[in-house]
């Protein structure tokens, strides 16, 4: 099997030579998830290979985490697995992350009134939603011409919670369900949805296909993600 320092190195060749193919990472998630996002990607065409350890969060040149199931554990279950750091990491660097669900409320800083801790790698909280946690709806989405990612559509959302307003600094799109809530976040290559692209039709494909996209792009250019690099001079100082 090719060790962490020969994969940091191949990959470093690879987009030297301008013929790098996007190393995709499906992190921690539920099994049912994980085929619904396995699924999508197929259909794009593109490959999303399942974790096996920290480092693929941390190396990897994209990730991908559908927390829509694990909104109360999501957090904890990140601390407990030893990659909260590597998350935290990709988000305050920019770096291809996609957090699907609910993502705002396990990156964020967690749920007003619940005992539910988020990673805190970004300054927002979410509030209790739909009594029904289960039901998925289609709303429709307006965006903020920031935006790079989500285009205006409908898309289906699973209501356990709402985030009333962005934080700052970040690109944000809206939905309304009688009171507008964020649906979308989007900073650098990092975009967090509210809503499952991955169930959401032709439109949910699109932002899939546009996020990897950006992603791929940076493998050849300047905004290529910086982790995989760094290391790869931090291990050849070091040797």
């Not at 096996?52 to 909104?71: E, G, I, M, N, T």
Request: glycine share 10%; proline share 5%; aromatic share 6%.
């Amino acid at each position: 099997m090719e060790s962490i320092v020969a994969a940091i190195g191949r990959r470093a060749l690879e987009a030297q030579a301008g013929n790098a193919t996007l190393d995709c990472v499906l992190g921690p998630c539920t099994a049912v998830e994980g085929a619904a996002m396995q699924a999508a990607f197929h259909k794009l065409g593109r490959h999303l290979r399942p974790w096996s350890s920290v480092d693929d969060l941390r190396f990897a040149d994209a990730v991908v985490l559908p927390w829509s199931a694990c909104h109360r554990r999501g957090a904890r279950r990140f601390e407990d697995l030893g990659l909260a750091d590597a998350v935290r990491e990709r988000i305050e660097r920019g770096r291809p992350t996609l957090v699907v669900g609910t993502a705002v409320q396990v990156v964020g800083a967690g749920i007003l009134g619940e005992h539910a801790p988020g990673l805190e790698a970004v300054d927002v909280r979410a509030e209790r939603g739909a009594i029904d946690p289960e039901a998925c709806a289609f709303e429709e989405v307006a965006t903020t011409g920031a935006m790079r990612f989500v285009r205006p559509g409908r898309y289906a959302f699973q209501k356990r919670y709402r985030v009333p307003l962005p934080p700052a600094g970040w690109a944000s799109a809206y939905a309304e369900d009688g009171r507008l809530h964020v649906a979308a976040l989007e900073r650098g290559q990092v975009l967090l949805t509210q809503f499952r692209p991955e169930l959401s039709g032709v439109a949910g494909l699109e932002v899939l296909s546009r996020w990897c996209a950006a992603a791929e792009s940076g493998l050849q250019g300047a905004a290529r993600p910086v982790g995989a690099r760094e290391e790869l001079g931090l291990l050849a100082a070091a040797g």
